[in-house]
């Protein structure tokens, strides 16, 4: 996906051009012959799935900058560290399952 976006082909202002997935499957089906894995379901929603999980971290670490959102990061242990509270928030927040 990477190489796509550096191509520039299917690349567009607010994400990717149609056609994309299917180009996507066929370079996958190049470099994993054997793998299985479709345009619809497999990679949609998985890029669905990574899209939501982005914005999550995302909207952590924008707080972080500007000292809102409750959470830090630790350099020594490489981990995100928050107290109790502002964690079972975000996930009330953003409905996760943990």
Request: hydrophobic share 35%.
């Amino acid at each position: 996906m990477l190489e796509m976006v550096a191509s520039g082909v299917y690349k567009c202002d607010n994400g990717f051009k149609p056609g994309y997935l299917n180009h996507f499957e066929e370079t996958l089906k190049i470099t994993c012959s054997n793998s299985g894995i479709n345009a619809q379901p497999h990679i949609a929603s998985r890029q669905k799935s990574l899209k939501k999980e982005w914005f999550i971290v995302n909207d952590m670490i924008r707080g972080m900058r500007h000292g809102t959102s409750g959470f830090g990061f630790d350099l020594t242990s490489n981990m995100v560290t928050t107290l109790d509270d502002v964690w079972e928030k975000t996930i009330r927040k953003q409905g996760l399952d943990v």
